[in-house]
Structures are given as structure tokens and as C-alpha cells.
């Protein structure tokens, strides 16, 4: 079929018309679907379930230390745990905080004491007129919840197939003493499954902020997360770039295993130099004794190393890889050559991120879940809930069974054409 936009008003009338009929049906098979965040499914968190084995009433609990890790110690993470989750996130295990359970949590945490108590000796930015944090869009809404809770100003900046874009990041960085931060999530990036290029991680370390406490928050919350073997994407390691460039305080790195073993009760950990954290370990002594280290001993006891988590990763990407391509596919075969919406075909992460016919992304999530199909709020994906353009769509496929995600397609599929039929018709 050609573009829709090439279609006489009775062309497309005619086809609205089949449309609404198919629509209609499957409205009535009364469907509950749901697509709205990106939670692995019960499939994916059985590969884990050794985990519950690996610690019993006979197990020897103390860490390579020596500590019973059934008592209170150990502030920032057991040994084997820092070296875990080290190898993960590809930096020295000294350069690792281990917390708890979330590492959304230890990015609010990070934001909320500079908030209170500065950078490293900077103002804390409550007694700041202004603050503000660029905002790659389309980007992971719980980042924008975060700064937006704390009443930080937050800056759209638009991605490239590269990153951010550099232009605008290094003019509002370099130039603007309230820009305090950026969110990034550097790989395969939550929504559109992008991973920053070489020259942009480069351009990142090259920043020479007009703010002191300036920090790049580095969300690495997909960096093993691949659906291939074979087509893999490459991350500089961002630490280590920024110390080249004679940075080495510019970046908080933030990862967890919530979608590698138990979202919500994995094992969160934050990257970065031993100034910041210094800094950060003597708030933390005054926030909590330690963080669960039978948690951070389960993880090593059922991974073991690096090596057996990349292997765990390939079972979540055969699990995960088949929706993707249900999605990727019914996209392709529907939609192709009508002109009425794009989409990236991601290598890892857990998203797909589809971009409407401006004006449509709300109409199309309402239509769909008129046909019971739930999905993320159109506008999430931007600061404030608000997407200038109403285009842009987050695609969570891991959840849902491979044939549910095929009955949402049918469904999402019905819904954008239909949406974009009256939008061409307005
Ligand atoms: N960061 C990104 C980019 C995410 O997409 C998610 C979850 O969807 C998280 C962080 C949450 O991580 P955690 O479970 O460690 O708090």
C-alpha cells in the first residue's frame, strides 16, 4: 500500500472503515493486556530460582573477609560482590559502592544529597536560585520523576542514532553554571535502545563544566543486556575516559542486577572516583549501617563471576529475543511504506521505541487500550510527562507471553493506523 498521506480521502475512508470492522473484533475478545514498563516475565525470573538454593540454614555465611555477613559490617559491600558487580559495570572493583536493592534509589539518593549537602564541599543546591539538568529525550521517565521532585529545571536535549546531542550538551555544560547534571543511559537506552558512539562517550569525558559539581549521571542499567551474540553494541568505558581527559570526578556510573536476577530485590552499586567516593561513603555511615549482605553473597554464590552472569544473560535474551522480533516484525509488515511512524530496531535493553505521526502518541494509547491493551503514558518519556511533538511511544515486549505481544501488536497496529487516518483526514 502506498503512503497514507497518498490516498484519496475515499481511499482512506474505505480503509478506515475495514479497519474500524477489525478493530471491533478485537474489542469484543475483551483482551487485558499489559505493555506498560519494562519488568522481565515469570519466565525470565525462573532462570533465577537456583538463587534461593544457594543459601541455606547449613551455608557457611561469612564473606571473604570473614564476616558473618548474617550481622551488621561491612558498609560498602562484601568483597566478592564489589568484583561482581565491578566486572559488570567494567571498572575497578575500589572504585565500587555497593547498596542495596535499587539503583534508582541510590541515583535519588545521590541527587537528594547534593540537594542537602553539596558536591564535595560545592553550595547544596537548595540554597541555589536555580538548578537545572539536561534531559536526552526521549529518556527513562523515572530519572525525570526524580529531578522533577526535587524541583531541579530539567532541559530537553534531543537524540542522535549517536547520543545526546553533543552540540547543544557541551553548549548548556561548558557555558552554564546551574547545569548540575545530565541523566544518560548510555546503553541500549530506555526507550529507544541506542547506544552512546565512541566519539560521543569522548565528548562526554572532554566537557570542561562551568559548574564544579557538575556530574554526569551514567546510568549503565542495560550494559549486559544484549538480545545477540552476534550483533552486539560497544561501550566506551566512561570512568576511565573522563580520568584520561584529566576528569576523573565528572561521572557517577549507576548499575544494578534487577534485570539480571530479582527486580527489586537485586543488588545496586554506583561507579566512581575514589574522591567521590569518599565523599559519599561519609553520608552513607550516617544513613545505614550496611546494606543486606546475604543478598550480595546469594548473587556471587549463584553467579560466581562475570563469566556465569554473561551466561545468564544469554537465557534472558532467548527468552526476550523471540518478542522483540514479534514486535520488530508485525511493525515491519504493517506499517512499512505507509509513512505514519518509525521505529529502532534495538541490539539489547528492553525497549522499543516507536515515534507516531506528530500529534497522534496519546490518541493511539487511548485507542489501544480501549481494545484492552495497556501501555506506557504517551508523554512519559519526556520531562514533565510532556512530549512537545505527542509522538514519541515506549514498546515494553518482555512482560507480556510471546503470544499476548503478538495479539498487542494487532492491536497497537490497528490502533496507530487508525489514529493517523483521522489525523490525515483533520
Ligand atoms: N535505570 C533504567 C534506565 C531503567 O530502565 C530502570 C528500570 O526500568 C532502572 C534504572 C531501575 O533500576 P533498579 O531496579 O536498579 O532501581
Known sequence: MPAYRDLSKEELLEEKASLEAKFQEVKEKGMKLDMTRGKPSAAQLDLAMGMMDVLNSTSDLKCIEGVDCRNYGVLDGIREAKQLLADMTEVAPDNIIIYGNSSLNVMFDTVSRSMTHGVMGSTPWCKLDKVKFLCPVPGYDRH????????IEMVNIPMTADGPDMDMVEKYVNEDPTVKGIWCVPKYSNPQ??????????????????????RIYWDNAYGIHHLYDDKQDHLIEILMECKKEGHPDMVYKFCSTSKVSFPGSGVAAIAASEANLKYIRKHMTIQTIGHDKL??????????????????????ADIIRPKFEAVLSSMEKNLEGLEIGSW??????????????????????????????????AGATFPYGKDPEDSNIRI??????????????????????????????M
Not at 543478598?295 to 534472558?316: A, P, S
Open 144 to 151: 525525570f520523576k526524580i529531578t522533577e521532585y526535587f524541583g
Open 193 to 214: 535502545g541506542l547506544t552512546y558512539s565512541d566519539e560521543t562517550v569522548r565528548r562526554f569525558a572532554r566537557l570542561n563544566p562551568a559548574a564544579e559539581d557538575f
Open 295 to 316: 543478598n550480595q553473597l546469594r548473587h556471587v554464590r549463584f553467579f560466581k563471576d562475570i563469566h556465569g552472569m554473561v551466561e545468564h544473560m544469554r537465557k534472558h
Open 344 to 377: 529502532i530496531q534495538p541490539r539489547g535493553g528492553y525497549f522499543i521505541s516507536f515515534d507516531a505521526l506528530p500529534g497522534c502518541a496519546k490518541a493511539i494509547v487511548a485507542k489501544a487500550k480501549e481494545a484492552g491493551l495497556v501501555m506506557t503514558e
Open 396 to 425: 515494553a515486549p518482555t512482560f507480556p507471553t510471546l503470544d499476548e505481544v503478538k495479539t498487542a501488536m494487532e492491536i497497537f497496529i490497528l490502533s496507530v493506523k487508525l489514529v493517523s487516518i483521522d489525523k490525515i483526514l
